[in-house]
Structure formats: structure tokens, C-alpha cells
């Protein structure tokens, strides 16, 4: 991200405070629920949706523009199922959006010399070989090695995302020593008690006390060491999460300057709405700039606080706070 790209974002959030308005400066948006692979995690492919098509993205991104947003962060689902995947990436970077992609790494061969214009690829990576092809089928972690090397080749930025769960917090070094070598960053979330998508729950979840013993040791890590700068969460927010399992509430920046879209075009507070203090659900397809920007002015912020373990909206939330440490992280 340029400097002019961080500066602007800082000054659409001083924008969203100082006016107390809703501005998505940063949308994660679900292009499909679609899936190659079954993440014993994630439940989202078999929901049911009629997913947006090319002509009413490209509307949306158009009306995202004028309403302020600088980052569209494109997920799933596996977002390279749509076979439009480059033409509506192409056209975010054609109104000079940031874009990133998130993808479980399956069909990145099939794509890798139109991808130049990504800002950053992010690709999940569970663990060593046997880790991460046991939560996501046989031969998902030579996809992922793969997809990996052709982004190092074609120097697209790379970076992973690792779920921690009961399977993989004996690989922590493993995968951060992969990041190093790969030249990538590595992102850690926090499972979620429900699988993604449903209310079923999470068979991955880990005994706390050892959850929270890695935690510790990454805080360190990203204090001091090899992996200080490997490691992508900002240092207050992997304290945030030394308090699972009951974490502190904070004001949240979700409905404020993030938000989320859904295949279908729902504009919608977070991927955990239900939860959100800020919660609401809007219709965004067929609505024209002016439609959507009345809406969003009549939104009140909610004074409520909320916490989840989501590591982005938890950086969010802390850029929203204007933590310091979130902050440097972030220049």
C-alpha cells in the first residue's frame, strides 16, 4: 500500500468520526459462497444464493468509489470460481481501488499471469503438509506451495492466513518459517465457535489454555526475533486475544468504516452481524449512488461496544480507536 493510499484511509476515518458518518472505506465482499474444497471449519458452500453478476459488481464498485471506499477486499467461498474473477478485479483497480483476494491457493495456475494488478494475495495455510491437507483435502497443501512459488516468481504479493485451531499449534514455526521463505507475511485468526456460515459447532476449536499459550509466544515473536517482521496482526492486537475466551469490548469499527457484502448484494455490518453492535442488512442491487449514500447518512453509530476474534476487524477496530500500536503497524 503507497503512502497516498494510507493517507487517504486515515483521512476517511478522521472523516467518520469527526461527522459521525458512515463511510466504507474498507469492504470485504463475498463474491460467491462457491467452494472446491471442504474446510472442516466452513459451511458457507452450501448455502444457497443468486450471486451477483458481472454488469451489477461493476455497479457496485462504482458506487463504493463515490461513497469514499479505497480497499475492496474480494473473498468466498473461492472467489477464482467465478469465471468474471479478473474482469471485476481489473475494473476495482480501473477506479484506482486497492484490491486484495483471498483464496484457498486451488486454481491460482490457472490465473497467475493476470493477476499483476492484486495489491496482495492472501491464501490460506494451515500447517505442515499433513496438518493443512487434513482440514482441507488430500493435496490442497501442494496447491498451496504451489500457487505460493508462482506468486514469489510473478512478485505478487503474498499473504497467508493461518486459522488457529486444535490441529495446527504445534506449526507455528512451520508456517512462519514458510512465510519467511516465501517472502510473505502471515496473518492468524481466531476460530470462531460456530463453523463459518452456520450455527453448527466448530469441531476444531482448541483447549484454550494451549490457544492462548501460542498466542503468548507469538506476542513475543512479534516483539523481538526472526519472525517480528513476518508476522502481520499488529502486537496490541494479539494481546487483544490473550483474554479468550471472554475478550474485551471495544467500540467497533464495523458499520462505521468497514463493512461486508454478500453474494447476493446485501451491504452488511460483518461476516458475525448477528453480534455486531452496529447490526443491519441493506439491500445494494439495482440501487443507484444516491439511493445507497441516503441510506448510510441515516445510519446512527451504535455507543455500544462489541469483541470478536476476527484479526481483521479487530485491527480495524483498533485503527478506529486510534490504538498506536495498530497504528504503527499499519505505516
Given at each position: 500500500?503507497?503512502?497516498?493510499?494510507?493517507?487517504?484511509?486515515?483521512?476517511?476515518?478522521?472523516?467518520?468520526?469527526?461527522?459521525?458518518?458512515?463511510?466504507?472505506?474498507?469492504?470485504?465482499?463475498?463474491?460467491?459462497?462457491?467452494?472446491?474444497?471442504q474446510?472442516?471449519?466452513?459451511?458457507?458452500?452450501?448455502k444457497?444464493?443468486?450471486?451477483?453478476?458481472?454488469?451489477?459488481?461493476?455497479?457496485?464498485?462504482?458506487?463504493?468509489?463515490?461513497?469514499?471506499?479505497?480497499?475492496?477486499i474480494?473473498?468466498?467461498?473461492?472467489?477464482?470460481l467465478?469465471?468474471?474473477?479478473?474482469?471485476?478485479?481489473?475494473?476495482a483497480?480501473?477506479?484506482?481501488?486497492?484490491?486484495?483476494?483471498?483464496?484457498?491457493?486451488?486454481?491460482?495456475?490457472?490465473?497467475?499471469?493476470?493477476?499483476?494488478?492484486v495489491?496482495?494475495?492472501?491464501?490460506?495455510?494451515?500447517?505442515?503438509?499433513?496438518?493443512?491437507?487434513?482440514?482441507?483435502?488430500?493435496?490442497?497443501?501442494?496447491?498451496?506451495?504451489?500457487?505460493?512459488?508462482l506468486?514469489?516468481?510473478?512478485?505478487i504479493?503474498?499473504?497467508?492466513?493461518?486459522?488457529?485451531?486444535?490441529?495446527?499449534?504445534?506449526n507455528?514455526?512451520?508456517?512462519?518459517?514458510?512465510?519467511?521463505?516465501?517472502?510473505?507475511?502471515?496473518?492468524?485468526?481466531?476460530?470462531?465457535d460456530?463453523?463459518?456460515?452456520?450455527?453448527?459447532?466448530?469441531?476444531?476449536?482448541?483447549?484454550?489454555?494451549?490457544l492462548?499459550?501460542?498466542?503468548?509466544?507469538?506476542?513475543?515473536?512479534?516483539?523481538?526475533?526472526?519472525?517480528?517482521?513476518?508476522?502481520?496482526?499488529?502486537?496490541?492486537?494479539?494481546?487483544?486475544?490473550?483474554?479468550?475466551?471472554?475478550?474485551?469490548?471495544?467500540?467497533?469499527a464495523?458499520?462505521?468504516?468497514?463493512?461486508?457484502?454478500?453474494?447476493?448484494g446485501?451491504?452488511?455490518?460483518?461476516?458475525?452481524?448477528?453480534?455486531?453492535?452496529?447490526?443491519?442488512?441493506?439491500?445494494?442491487?439495482?440501487?443507484?449512488?444516491?439511493?445507497?449514500?441516503?441510506?448510510?447518512?441515516?445510519?446512527?453509530?451504535?455507543?455500544?461496544?462489541?469483541?470478536?476474534?476476527?484479526?481483521?476487524?479487530?485491527?480495524?477496530?483498533?485503527?478506529?480507536?486510534?490504538?498506536?500500536?495498530?497504528?504503527?503497524?499499519?505505516?
Open positions: 500500500m503507497r503512502l497516498k493510499e494510507k493517507i487517504y484511509i486515515g483521512l476517511m476515518i478522521a472523516k467518520a468520526k469527526l461527522l459521525k458518518q458512515s463511510i466504507p472505506v474498507i469492504v470485504g465482499w463475498a463474491l460467491t459462497y462457491q467452494c472446491n474444497k474446510c472442516k471449519y466452513c459451511l458457507l458452500p452450501i444457497k444464493t443468486v450471486e451477483l453478476n458481472t454488469a451489477e459488481v461493476k455497479l457496485l464498485i462504482d458506487n463504493f468509489k463515490r461513497l469514499g471506499t479505497k480497499m475492496l474480494f473473498t468466498g467461498g473461492e472467489p477464482f467465478r469465471k468474471d474473477i479478473i474482469e471485476i478485479i481489473n475494473y483497480k480501473q477506479k484506482r481501488m486497492i484490491v486484495y483476494v483471498n483464496s484457498n491457493g486451488s486454481r491460482i495456475r490457472d490465473f497467475i499471469g493476470q493477476l499483476g494488478l495489491d496482495c494475495l492472501n491464501i490460506s495455510l494451515e500447517g505442515n503438509k499433513q496438518t493443512h491437507n487434513a482440514i482441507r483435502g488430500t493435496g490442497s497443501f501442494e496447491q498451496v506451495m504451489e500457487s505460493a512459488e506468486a514469489k516468481q510473478h512478485k504479493k503474498l499473504r497467508f492466513t493461518t486459522t488457529l485451531n486444535k490441529l495446527n499449534l504445534e507455528i514455526d512451520y508456517i512462519l518459517d514458510s512465510g519467511a521463505n516465501l517472502q510473505a507475511k502471515v496473518k492468524f485468526q481466531i476460530l470462531t460456530y463453523c463459518l456460515g452456520s450455527v453448527e459447532k466448530n469441531p476444531l476449536l482448541p483447549e484454550n489454555h494451549k492462548i499459550k501460542v498466542i503468548k509466544q507469538l506476542c513475543e515473536y512479534k516483539k523481538k526475533g526472526k519472525y517480528k517482521n513476518i508476522i502481520a496482526n499488529p502486537l496490541p492486537a494479539l494481546k487483544y486475544f490473550r483474554s479468550l475466551p471472554k475478550l474485551p469490548l471495544m467500540a467497533c464495523s458499520g462505521k468504516i468497514t463493512f461486508r457484502v454478500t453474494p447476493d446485501f451491504l452488511i455490518t460483518c461476516g458475525e452481524s448477528g453480534i455486531a453492535a452496529n447490526h443491519f442488512r441493506i439491500a445494494l442491487k439495482n440501487k443507484t449512488y444516491e439511493q445507497v449514500k441516503q441510506i448510510l447518512e441515516k445510519i446512527k453509530f451504535s455507543k455500544q461496544r462489541c469483541s470478536c476474534g476476527c484479526a481483521d476487524r479487530v485491527e480495524a477496530s483498533m485503527l478506529w480507536n486510534l490504538n498506536p500500536g495498530a497504528v504503527l503497524n499499519r505505516l
